[in-house]
Each structure stands twice: as structure tokens, then as C-alpha cells.
């Protein structure tokens, strides 16, 4: 079975601080995928990133990073610098590779960013 | 503008009544999927069709409908048999062909029971 864990509900930062948002997954595939989304207020998911099994280099755009490690099964998120306007959830997904578009998403991560 | 429109933002459901909600995307994609979000938690897949005129049941599917008539559109009915509706129901829409393509979605639909 596949599933998908962000053990950290609420994170609170001060403006300009540096957060880590955590994505533990599970799953059989050898193939697979997976996603970040952001869903600020307005409620509509944002895509931010897609990773498939195979690729493990860590990506940056803009204040954005990922942090991709099969040996742990985690694909971690970090805002460098962060802004009022990263508020939001934050969902973490996971995606078969050969068996059709579904998607498994985490319980998301409410991050708070202070003035 | 390409993108996916859902209406109305905001439903209110009287007991016994079926609803409604429309989904329309102008990208191009023959995939499209619709889910449901409950407060503090994540998104649960309710239905999702690959192509006109055949559609899959999720995790999540009884008390729902749908329809795949036009590539366009993915319209969700809540109907009487869901007895707790009250939710965020969001729609994707994604280009088909093997699993990892990535979904976009809509704006939401907040369902409430009056």
C-alpha cells in the first residue's frame, strides 16, 4: 500500500527564518513519483514540483528547495528566507508510475509565517 | 487563459436534495479526477475518468455520481445518500498516458447543509 506522511500538522516562523517542511512516504514501486502543492487561503492547490523514483538530485527555485533521499523515503521541502505570503498548506503526493494517475496526498503541513 | 473552472464557489444543500457541481477545463486533458477535502486533513479521491465516457470509482465514491460526456467537462452529483456532504470538493485535470503526469486543479466548490 501507499501512503504518505507530513508528521508536522502547524509550523510557525518568523519572517525571513529559514523551514523545513517534512514528506515521509511508502510505497513497493520501483517507478513511482512525487509531488509538492501549496494551498494558500483562496484554497486552490498550486503545483510546485514533480520527482520521479529515479531522479535524486536536489532541485532550487528561488527561495524554493527539495531534498529528494530514497534511503530514508523522504522528499523534503525548505523556504529559505520566508515570506507572509508562503502561508499556506502545504501537501506532499505520491504517484504510481505504471498503474494509472492516482494520486496519494499527506495530511498537509499549515505553515504560518509572522510579520 | 487555459485552466479549470468550478462553480458555484459556494453550495448549499437542503436535507434529501442532490446537487450539482460543475468542473471545466480548457487544457486538453483527457484525465480528470474530482476530490474531497474535509477540514485539518488531506484530499480523497471520489471519482476520476481517463477519457470521454468512462469514469472509476475512488476511494470515496458512495453517495456520488458522475459524468463524462464531453472532454471539457467532469460534473459531480452529491446525492442524497451522501449523509455528510459538507466538504471543500476540488477538481484536477491532467494530460493521460502512464502514471506521474502531474494534476492541476480548480479553484473549489465548498458544499454545505443547511
Known amino acids: 500500500a501507499q501512503k504518505v506522511t507530513q508528521a508536522q500538522t502547524e509550523i510557525s516562523v518568523v519572517e525571513k527564518e529559514d523551514v523545513t517542511l517534512d514528506c515521509v512516504y511508502e510505497t513497493r514501486d520501483t517507478t513511482y513519483y512525487l509531488f509538492w502543492y501549496k494551498q494558500p487561503p483562496s484554497g486552490e492547490l498550486v503545483f510546485l514540483i514533480r520527482?520521479?523514483?529515479?531522479?535524486?538530485q536536489n532541485e532550487i527555485s528561488g527561495r524554493y528547495s527539495w531534498n529528494f533521499q530514497k534511503s530514508t523515503s523522504s522528499f523534503n521541502f525548505t523556504i529559505t528566507a520566508s515570506q507572509v505570503v508562503d502561508s499556506a498548506v502545504y501537501f506532499c503526493a505520491l504517484s504510481r508510475g505504471n498503474y494509472g494517475q492516482n494520486f496519494v496526498f499527506g495530511p498537509g503541513t499549515r505553515l504560518s509565517v509572522l510579520p | 487563459d487555459g485552466g479549470i473552472t468550478q462553480s458555484p464557489k459556494y453550495l448549499f444543500r437542503k436535507e434529501g436534495q442532490n446537487v450539482t457541481l460543475s468542473c471545466e477545463q480548457n487544457?486538453?486533458?483527457?484525465?480528470m479526477y474530482w476530490y474531497r477535502q474535509d477540514p485539518g486533513q488531506g484530499l480523497r479521491l471520489i471519482y476520476y475518468s481517463q477519457i470521454v465516457n468512462d469514469f472509476q470509482k475512488g476511494d470515496i465514491a458512495e453517495g456520488y455520481s458522475v459524468s463524462r460526456e464531453k472532454k471539457e467537462s467532469f460534473p459531480l452529483t452529491v446525492t442524497s445518500a451522501q449523509k455528510n456532504p459538507t466538504a471543500f470538493y476540488l477538481c484536477a485535470s491532467s494530460p493521460r498516458g502512464g502514471g506521474g503526469k502531474t494534476q492541476y486543479f480548480g479553484p473549489g466548490t465548498r458544499l454545505l447543509v443547511l
Open positions: 487544457l486538453n486533458h483527457d484525465a
Open positions: 520527482r520521479n523514483s529515479f531522479d535524486e
